[in-house]
């Protein structure tokens, strides 16, 4: 691998083998998702606690501040929109010399095999890949999952082996039942794509499995910008990812953060380093 693309690569995924990715690019096709409608307010206080950052190309430009050390995983697909029947009508939406110019760390492509366009976007994804390769910019394949397709193991194996074998360089898929079959059949990085919004214990416990199984992390939305504390929960999810947290001591930190956050009680702890010690006590 090229020095530069794997540099790119190792500011999203961290010297752990791990991330915690912030997905912000629902409005790519479902404009304003509950709790983007204002991206910018939403993003604000979070980016700072995201290994990584993946919006789209509009709400980079307008709503992340340009002075930020997060590393931006750019989604660069689209085309379609939640009207159509069927989602799987995408193809690439930024040059990458746009890509380049917006200084983004790597880029980010939706797959739908199986679908009526599997071979546009598995071949939109292998000429990304040629260009990612040219010059130096690492990219995601996100196997997108249409109204009618399955989520068991098969089929995500399928879609993840399909990634790496045309050049993905790290690859985001769901959470499911034998999903460790899914990872050790993924010969490169997968992050779990965290999917709709569910009670916060739950999300730390799917976290949880899906890097208990082998997942090199998470790319998480609406489970961190929609929980009732984003910024409690954004930490939660870092302290499974990165501190070998048990989804109940990342709740419990979720909780204390929260409290912290609302002024309910006095605070336990400050900051991600404090949060080490509070999970050190359990
Ligand atoms: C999926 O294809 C898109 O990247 C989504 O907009 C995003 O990943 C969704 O994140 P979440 O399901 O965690 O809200």
Request: proline content about 5%.
């Amino acid at each position: 691998m090229d020095w530069g693309l794997k540099n790119r690569l190792s500011r999203v995924i961290k010297p752990d083998g791990r991330t915690v990715m912030l997905a912000v690019d629902h409005g790519y096709f479902l404009g304003p998702t509950s709790g983007l409608e204002d991206a910018g307010k939403t993003i604000k206080p979070l980016l700072s606690h995201a290994d990584a950052l993946m919006p789209a190309r509009g709400v980079l430009r307008t709503s992340v501040d340009a002075s930020t050390e997060t590393p931006i995983v750019l989604r660069v697909s689209g085309g379609n929109s939640i009207l159509d029947e069927d989602l799987s009508d995408e193809g690439i939406t930024v040059s990458m010399e746009d890509a380049i110019r917006l200084n983004v760390a790597a880029v980010a492509l939706s797959i739908y095999v199986g679908s009526p366009n599997q071979k546009e976007t598995l071949l939109n994804l292998a000429r990304l890949v040629d260009e990612g390769q040219r010059y130096g910019i690492p990219v995601l394949a996100v196997t997108a999952v249409g109204k009618s397709m399955g989520r068991d193991a098969r089929y995500l194996s399928l879609c993840c082996r399909i990634a790496a074998e045309l050049g993905a360089h790290f690859v985001k898929t769901y959470y499911c039942e034998g999903f460790e079959k899914v990872v050790k059949t993924c010969p490169v990085p997968l992050v779990m794509a965290g999917g709709k919004k569910l009670p916060e214990a739950e999300a730390l416990e799917l976290t949880y499995n899906a890097i208990k199984r082998g997942a090199a992390g998470v790319d998480m939305g609406r489970n961190i910008f929609q929980a009732e504390a984003p910024v409690a929960m954004i930490q939660a999810v870092k302290a499974i990812v990165h501190e070998h947290a048990t989804p109940r001591q990342a709740l419990d930190l979720y909780n204390s953060l929260k409290a912290q956050t609302k002024g309910k009680k006095k605070p336990k702890i400050a900051g991600v380093t404090a949060s080490k010690q509070e999970l050190n006590r359990h």
